[in-house]
């Protein structure tokens, strides 16, 4: 069989499709789709209304334009400041140092120290819990068996800690089997 020659498949779909296409369309087939192409209006955006971003935008203005408007403090503080002062010569410097010694003294006046706070005791002492209650009571009551109960404790001497010996056997490899 040659590629060129139709095969016996090939002769059955021709004929099959040779058939439908003789077919003539359903009886007003043109006229129902150009009915729907104009009956079809464009859809609008997932029903989103526009006032949904509307509302936003002129909050967004309305905050912009206050905070715009509004006096800086840097501006209250220059009005109320009171006038500059000519530098006064020191003698161990020019009028530089003095002028730089004042801007020091103005900025620090500005900004308060602020340093980390502090406990007033350190360590901050920490509520007693019930079962040191417990043990206040029991000897305030009974030392006798407080001391009878703890007193072996206190006698003792600590044990030293022994540790085993640890023995690692090695690995067996490929040469040494």
């Known amino acids: ?56 935008l002129a909050a967004c203005l309305l905050v912009g334009a206050f905070v715009w408007m509004r006096p800086r403090a840097s501006q209250k503080q220059a009005a109320h400041a009171p006038a500059a002062r000519p530098p006064v010569p020191s003698e161990t410097g020019g009028p530089e140092t003095a002028l730089r010694s004042e801007v020091r003294a103005a900025r ?8 980390l706070p502090k406990l007033a005791e350190f360590p901050a002492r920490v509520p007693v819990t019930s079962e040191e209650r417990a043990l206040l009571a029991l000897a305030r009551e009974a030392p006798e068996q407080l001391r009878a109960a703890f007193g072996d404790q206190q006698n003792k001497e600590p044990e030293p800690i022994r540790l085993l010996e640890i023995r690692i056997q090695p690995l067996l490899s490929d040469g040494n089997q």
């Open 108 to 115: 620090n006046k500005r900004r308060p120290a602020r340093g």
């Open 1 to 56: 069989m040659r590629i060129d020659e139709p095969d016996e498949v090939d002769r059955i779909l021709e004929t099959a499709l040779a058939g439908y296409s003789r077919q003539e369309p359903l009886v007003g087939l043109d006229r129902r789709v150009l009915e729907r192409i104009a009956q079809a209006r464009p859809r609008r955006w997932l029903g989103f209304p526009r006032w949904a971003v509307a509302i936003p």
